[in-house]
Nanobody
Framework: QVQLVESGGGSVQAGGTLRLSCEVY????????MAWFPQAPEKEREGIAT????????FYAHSVLGRFTIPKDNAKNTLYLQMNSLKPEDTAMYYC???????????????????WGQGTQVTVSS
């Protein structure tokens, strides 16, 4: 089993920066891909950034490409979401997720992830 604990959310003005953290507890060998999923009120959860834990190859949704990065510190068992040039439309609850090996499709599909954190709120004001 894997437990994910997010932190780092908050309120910031447009153009500002935030760094979200996702600490991983448990059997880290039971997962090989992690991702971040924001969910705005009355909208579906959508994937914006994912990383393969083996080679740290990452992939981003067009909406955040060039603004967000998804570094991972293996020594600390922590995944991050570095958020730069924030926009009001980035306002959402941000969830960290991980999935087991053997799943090859849907890098940014919530349905393909097995483990979820409790979320951390990000609010961007104009």
């Amino acid at each position: 089993q894997v437990q994910l604990v997010e932190s780092g959310g908050g309120s910031v003005q447009a153009g500002g920066t935030l760094r979200l953290s996702c600490e991983v507890y448990g059997n880290i060998d039971s997962m090989n891909r992690m991702a971040w999923f924001p969910q705005a009120p009355e909208k579906e959860r959508e994937g914006i950034a994912t990383i393969y834990t083996g080679d740290r190859n990452s992939f981003y949704a067009h909406s955040v490409l060039g603004r967000f990065t998804i570094p991972k510190d293996n020594a600390k068992n922590t995944l991050y979401l570095q958020m730069n040039s924030l926009k009001p439309e980035d306002t959402a609850m941000y969830y960290c997720a991980a999935r087991r090996p053997g799943i090859w499709a849907g890098y940014l599909s919530p349905a393909s992830y097995n483990y979820w954190g409790q979320g951390t709120q990000v609010t961007v004001s104009s």
